[in-house]
């Protein structure tokens, strides 16, 4: 299993702005990333930040059937991950958000903070209200910023096996090659969203 968050060049920038101008993501939070899957059903988790702009996350998961606790939390991988011989898919909603968000450091969960986004603080909005409020709090280019900013979700087969088809649930915003497909949700879609989302490659 091969998992990457890239936050694009413009938002990484924008957020260590928001953030005082610290790294997005320093050695250290990979660090406290990584241990946080110690002892988890996803196992040899390799933690990075290829770009500084990327969350990375490699490792194998054993089968739902097997699985006991994703972290020390007790969260399931298959509430999120599900990994079979043949496909890899990946779910994301405002709950499996929130249970992620809240394994992370300290200094992870502060950036998060300063965002006030309703996948993390649970309120219903719109993404047009949402904008409303980002330009009210930070301002118009901040606002203008994260409009025009992309999630990109990368996911990769197993060494060796190649991708046969690739599906991101209501959009047609994907990639795909042999090795890779590669998913992009618009920012603020992503920080106001209600509903799961689900991203999937079969092999």
Do not use: H
Not at 126 to 151: H, P
């Amino acid at each position: 299993m091969q998992f990457s968050m890239d936050l694009g060049q413009t938002l990484a920038d924008t957020i260590a702005v928001m953030g005082g101008g610290e790294s997005l993501f320093s050695g250290s939070m990979l660090s406290q990333i990584q241990q946080s899957f110690e002892g988890s059903d996803i196992r040899d988790a390799r933690v990075s930040a290829p770009s500084g702009r990327e969350l990375s996350v490699a490792g194998s998961i054993k089968p739902p059937e097997d699985q006991k606790a994703v972290t020390v939390n007790n969260i399931k991988a298959a509430n999120f991950i599900t990994c079979t011989a043949k496909s890899l898919t990946v779910i994301l909603s405002p709950g499996t958000v929130k249970q992620l968000t809240a394994l992370l450091p300290e200094e992870s969960k502060n950036y998060l903070d300063l965002f006030m986004a309703p996948i993390f603080t649970g309120e219903t909005m719109t993404t047009a209200e949402y904008r409303d409020l980002i330009a009210a709090v930070y301002g118009e280019d901040i606002a203008a910023e994260l409009e025009k900013s992309v999630v990109q979700m990368t996911l990769a087969p197993p060494p060796g096996c190649k991708i046969s088809s690739a599906s991101l649930s209501e959009t047609e915003r994907a990639r795909t090659s042999a090795n890779k497909a590669v998913f992009s949700v618009p920012l603020l879609e992503f920080l106001t969203l209600q509903n799961a989302k689900t991203f999937s490659i079969v092999w």
